[in-house]
């Protein structure tokens, strides 16, 4: 299972328009049990969690002092992998920092990188066993968030494109874990050519596609980012 782009949307009511919402993570959270009842689930999130409903600006700015309301939620659920999107960079090092430290799961971000030495800032993939099968997970985030968001929301970090992220991590997996099956947890959407880029632009906001195109060894490619709920 699946979830993408939450955007802070816990509970079956948008309390921005005072009406009540059928998509939520309390919705998936009874379709998660369903699951698990008939046997073992993959649990993986894609990203932008950290924005757009008032209850993640209220423990995002306001109430630091305790744990954040996603990672509580995602230890409940016993989310496996969690990846990291643009709206979650949005919220500057002090909220996703704590976020991450809080959540088992933590953050996956292969092109997410330090400018000191180049290495991830937040693990690449991580590693899961499921129904005895070896499952690595490789997260990608966006990397065209760079020209929305100031650079103090990501002191200290650059990203990667998506192609050369994935170039450089699927063998590095291969040869270092020797899975069975690779995932690829893409923050980022299908249509390469939304907003005029074309294929070889090394920021492509949306690349899932093209990775999965032009980088062998991926099982299965998650998506999110641009809302459009692509089975293909």
Same mark, same amino acid.
Do not use: C
């Given at each position: 299972?699946?979830?993408?782009?939450?955007?802070?949307?816990? /509970?079956?009511?948008? /309390?921005?328009?005072?009406?009540? &919402?059928?998509?939520?993570?309390?919705?998936?959270?009874?379709?998660? @049990?369903?699951?698990?009842?008939?046997?073992?689930?993959?649990?993986?999130?894609?990203?932008?969690?950290? +924005?757009?409903? !008032?209850?993640?600006?209220?423990?995002?700015?306001?109430?630091?002092? %305790?744990?954040?309301?996603?990672?509580?939620? /995602?230890?409940?659920?016993?989310?496996? %992998?969690?990846?990291?999107?643009?709206?979650?960079?949005?919220?500057?090092?002090?909220?996703?920092?704590?976020?991450?430290?809080?959540?088992?799961?933590? /953050?996956? @971000?292969?092109?997410?990188?330090?400018?000191?030495?180049?290495?991830?800032?937040?693990?690449?993939?991580?590693?899961?066993? &499921?129904?005895?099968?070896?499952?690595?997970?490789?997260?990608?985030?966006?990397?065209?968030?760079?020209?929305?968001?100031?650079? %103090?929301?990501?002191?200290?970090?650059?990203?990667?494109?998506?192609?050369?992220?994935? +170039? &450089? $991590?699927?063998?590095?997996?291969?040869?270092?874990?020797?899975?069975?099956?690779?995932?690829?947890?893409?923050?980022?959407?299908?249509?390469?050519?939304?907003?005029?880029?074309?294929?070889?632009?090394?920021?492509?906001?949306?690349?899932? +596609?093209? %990775? @999965?195109? +032009?980088? !062998?060894?991926?099982?299965?490619?998650?998506?999110?980012?641009?809302?459009?709920? $692509?089975?293909?």
């Amino acid at each position: 299972i699946e979830t993408s782009d939450l955007h802070g949307a816990f /509970f079956p009511y948008d /309390f921005k328009t005072g009406k009540d &919402k059928p998509t939520s993570l309390s919705n998936v959270a009874t379709l998660i @049990a369903d699951e698990r009842a008939k046997g073992e689930v993959l649990l993986l999130d894609n990203g932008d969690n950290l +924005q757009g409903q !008032p209850i993640v600006y209220y423990y995002n700015f306001e109430k630091t002092g %305790v744990p954040h309301p996603l990672s509580q939620m /995602f230890n409940y659920l016993n989310y496996d %992998v969690v990846g990291f999107g643009n709206h979650d960079v949005e919220t500057g090092h002090a909220v996703y920092d704590k976020v991450a430290r809080e959540m088992n799961a933590g /953050f996956v @971000a292969a092109n997410l990188v330090k400018k000191s030495d180049g290495s991830p800032y937040f693990p690449p993939y991580k590693m899961v066993k &499921k129904a005895g099968l070896k499952i690595a997970v490789l997260g990608l985030i966006e990397p065209a968030f760079v020209k929305n968001f100031p650079e %103090v929301l990501y002191e200290g970090l650059k990203v990667e494109g998506m192609v050369p992220s994935a +170039q &450089k $991590w699927v063998p590095i997996i291969q040869t270092r874990e020797k899975p069975d099956m690779i995932i690829g947890l893409f923050h980022s959407g299908v249509d390469y050519t939304y907003g005029g880029y074309k294929k070889e632009d090394p920021l492509n906001e949306n690349a899932s +596609q093209l %990775v @999965a195109e +032009q980088v !062998p060894g991926f099982d299965l490619v998650l998506v999110g980012h641009d809302h459009q709920g $692509w089975d293909g």
